[in-house]
């Protein structure tokens, strides 16, 4: 046995059989890791979200790190009642787990009054000198054996933490679908490629929005949508207005539920930046609704980038691929409007989904077409323009790109876009390096230091493709 893990075990912050979880049936959803208010990883701190009844309970969060192998108690967890049309009113807690050593095991537990009713570990964030593993991939809930074998693939991948590109849970981002589609399947207690695992207990994980998560506003069909504004705990550090935010539509009681419950997040929680390890993330929202030539949104993403000066990587992620060689959403382009930006910010790798595929682009450099009082043209939802592409880099021998790199990685479960185009790249876009659409699949990147390895793997474990990007 390795040391390390001897040195866990006594301290009690590992078992051999894996997490536990007690007296389940007290949850509306088990307890899962988020980013909370803590964008710099240098603070230590993850967030522990769990929901519950509507009614008043003495709850509380422990937890230990070595080298200290005592319970230290959270402060007293938070809670927003969500109530709204359709679903029984329930309470969404948040407890802060503070102070949490660099990339160090830890061990929690959840008690209602006197009794522990979960118990997990988890791995808190990397610093900036350690090496880490995180997995993109989207378009995820839709209730299919491919999405229940993708979790259970995440799950063997063991990542630090995982980066969901958008269409979290299908098809309207409603409370009662992720209760069906999402908790059971991410944060089973059990795990095999037909149920899935529990990998929201013991991983961090992170979400861009995508159009079936926050695309509709409309609270007259669908009262219980835009559960993405109460149930993800992430930074607030985007900008608080801007062309971001369509209308909500239906009676002024189901708009004054859905903004009592979601707080502050309502609007701004779609665009937010953060770091882990030595690498800065940009999360955009990427609906067509959003205007990117708008100068305040721009703004917001060029300072980001800049104060990001430190960062060895600096990676982006959306839901809508600018890039996309796919018969599907293929006229969906409104994010080639930001890749000035993206180019200009010295960005390395960008992470997208709606497209139910794997694709990888050369690294190319994009400069759109012009309108007769020189804004960037827009026609819709495409952006035509020219591109440059660095064909010289293959990921083996030349390891250094020139320009960005274009990931579509939305295979996560959902439907299939396009096999037939596979096996046929006369019908790929001249910017399009891989396709890979026969298979489900995700992307599982490696940092160690300067060196990035990315490889993109079936929900068997097969090796469909691998890069290595140096610097």
């Known amino acids: 046995m390795r040391p390390c893990l001897r040195m866990f075990l006594a301290l009690g912050l590992l078992s051999l059989a894996g997490s536990a979880s007690f007296a389940a049936d007290v949850f509306l959803a088990r307890p899962y890791l988020q980013l909370g208010d803590a964008p710099a990883s240098t603070s230590g701190d993850l967030a522990l979200l769990w929901h519950a009844d509507d009614a008043d309970a003495n709850w509380a969060v422990d937890y230990k790190s070595a080298p200290d192998p005592s319970w230290k108690t959270a402060e007293s967890p938070s809670s927003v009642r969500v109530a709204v049309p359709g679903v029984a009113a329930h309470r969404v807690y948040r407890a802060a787990l503070r102070g949490l050593p660099p990339g160090g095991k830890f061990a929690y537990r959840v008690r209602k009054g006197a009794e522990v009713v979960f118990s997990a570990e988890g791995t808190a964030r990397k610093s900036a000198d350690q090496p880490y593993r995180f997995v993109a991939v989207g378009d995820l809930a839709q209730g299919t054996p491919g999405q229940r074998a993708i979790a259970h693939r995440m799950v063997l991948e063991r990542p630090d933490f995982v980066m969901i590109t958008g269409d979290i849970v299908y098809g309207r981002g409603r409370i009662t679908e992720y209760r069906e589609r999402f908790w059971p399947v991410y944060n089973a207690d059990d795990q095999s490629p037909s149920v899935g695992g529990p990998l929201l207990r013991s991983t961090l994980t992170v979400a861009a929005p995508g159009n079936h998560d ?9 009262p219980d949508g835009l559960a993405f504004y109460y149930y993800w705990a992430q930074p607030l550090n985007g900008p608080a207005e801007g062309p971001f935010t369509p209308p909500l539509t239906g009676p002024d009681e189901n708009r004054k539920a859905f903004l009592d419950a979601a707080g502050p997040a309502y609007p701004r929680a779609v665009n937010f930046s953060f770091d882990y390890g030595n690498a800065h993330w940009t999360v955009l929202d990427a609906n067509g609704y959003v205007d990117w030539r708008d100068p305040g949104l721009r703004g917001w993403v060029e300072r980001d980038l800049a104060a990001a000066k430190a960062a060895t990587w600096r990676f982006v992620a959306f839901h809508h691929p600018g890039f996309n060689s796919s018969k599907a959403h293929f006229e969906e382009q409104q994010m080639r409007l930001i890749a000035d930006v993206l180019e200009a910010g010295r960005v390395d790798v960008v992470f997208s989904g709606h497209v139910h595929n794997y694709q990888r682009s ?46 579509v990685t939305g295979a996560g479960g959902a439907g299939l876009y396009n096999p037939e185009q596979q096996d046929r790249p006369e019908t790929w876009q001249p910017f399009t390096d891989k396709f890979i659409a026969k298979v489900h699949s995700i992307t599982v990147a490696d940092v160690d230091g300067k060196t990035l390895t990315v490889r993109q793997v079936s929900a068997d474990g097969v090796e469909l493709d691998r890069f290595v990007v140096a610097k």
């Open 214 to 222: 926050v695309g509709s506003r409309n609270l007259w069909l669908y």
């Open 362 to 407: 050369f690294p190319l450099s994009f400069v759109a077409g012009r309108e007769a009082d020189g804004r960037m043209a827009r026609t819709g939802n495409l952006v035509a323009g020219r591109w440059t592409l660095d064909k010289t880099f293959d990921g083996r021998s030349n390891t250094r790109p020139r320009g960005v790199i274009y990931l």
